[in-house]
Each structure stands twice: as C-alpha cells, then as structure tokens.
C-alpha cells in the first residue's frame, strides 16, 4: 500500500480551494487503508468487511468530485463591467480619448470583442488606441486561477515608454482576465487593450495529486 499525500505540487491558491484539496486527499488515503485493510481482514467477522465496503462506497462518491468544479472563484469573475470598444485596441489610430470612466473609483473591468480581452504587456506606442497617453500593463500576470496580482500600469508620451504610472489589480478567472482600474495619472491617457496569441489565461496545476495504485 501507498499513501498519496504530495502536497509539493499544489499551487498558491485561495484558502477554500486548498482546503477542498486538503480534505480529497486525507479521504484519498483512507480510502487506501481501506482497500488494505479488506485484503487483511478476510479472515475477521463478516460485519468488520461491510463497514469497510461501505468506507469505500463513500470513498467512490467523494472521488468522483470533479476538482475544478470543486473550485470557488473570487467575487470579482462574476460581477465586472464590461468593455467593448474597438477605438481602445493597439491596432486603432492615435485621439484625445480618457479614461474618465473611472474617475469615480476604482473599478474591475472585463475587456470583450472589439476590444481585444488583455491589456498589452509590451510598452505601446504614443497616439494609439484611440488616445495620445497609451496605457499598458508591466506587471506579471496570474497564471494560476483565482490568484490576484498588483502590478503597474505605465503609460507612454514623448519617447519614454513609462511617464507616469499606476497601480492595478489583475484577477485570473480561469478562462479571463479582471483588472482592478482607476482613473489613469492624466489626460488624455487611456488604458490599451488586445487580443494575445495565446487564448487561455490559466496553466492548469499539473501533477497535484500524484496517485499510486493500490497493492
């Protein structure tokens, strides 16, 4: 027999998540002393067989939890405010458009269609995106679903790539992005946005369980 309780592989994720996890994987390895303890138990009273047949039986229920299901996302990846505006796009022409939108606090925003899904991660181009302070996103982005990460915002004007600045929060919903905005540090400056190569926003944790068979 062997127990399955490799906890080295678990990603940083929120404490109900990892307490999901914690609990499948102490269920997990009852269910291996049980698949033991039947093999030694042939020979005691028929009653102490069927209590450990009905530990499994609970076992398979509780196994076949799917984890992702199994996973609560933050508030923020169900109640957002959504843009869709193509003129904010890297790929559309320089305005005097600003972020004003966001002068009365913070806000976390989902950015669709259009628009692209993603603020840029490389330095953009003054007189873009529908305005002449272009905003894009320096900080790293979670790769991990559920996780939360700051990071800044700098905004490009007159050949420096970072003129001013501001901090962002930045929710990895599992198949998006949230970002936490505020008003940027002046006008006309706005938030860029664009549609990465790559699609998906999560690298699924691998090998969080590593399972062994029963013998």
């Not at 499948?24 to 020979?43: D, G, Q, R, T, V």
């Not at 047949?53 to 959504?82: G, K, N, R, W």
């Not at 995106?129 to 790293?140: D, H, I, L, M």
């Amino acid at each position: 027999m062997k127990l399955i309780f490799n906890l080295n592989d678990i990603p940083k994720l929120n404490i109900i998540r990892k307490t999901n996890l914690y609990i499948i994987l102490i269920i997990k390895n009852i269910c291996a002393i049980s698949y033991s303890f039947i093999h030694l138990s042939k020979n005691l009273e028929v009653i102490m067989i069927l209590i450990n047949l009905f530990i499994l039986l609970l076992c398979e229920v509780f196994l076949s939890i799917d984890l992702i299901s199994a996973q609560i996302l933050p508030s923020q990846c169900s109640s957002y405010t959504t843009i869709n505006d193509g003129s904010r796009n890297v790929n559309a022409n320089g305005n005097d458009g600003c972020d004003t939108l966001f002068m009365s606090g913070s806000s976390w925003t989902r950015f669709i269609g259009a628009s692209g899904t993603q603020l840029p991660t490389t330095p953009t181009s003054p007189n873009q995106c529908g305005t002449q302070v272009t905003g894009w996103y320096s900080g790293a982005m979670p790769t991990v679903s559920e996780t939360i990460t700051n990071g800044r915002v700098c905004f490009s004007f007159d050949g420096d790539a970072c003129k001013w600045s501001n901090t962002i929060g930045v929710t990895n919903c599992g198949s998006f992005y949230v970002y936490q905005l505020t008003m940027p540090p002046v006008c006309s400056a706005r938030y860029c946005t664009e549609t990465p190569y790559i699609s998906t926003t999560t690298f699924p944790p691998s090998n969080v369980f590593k399972e062994e068979s029963f013998s």
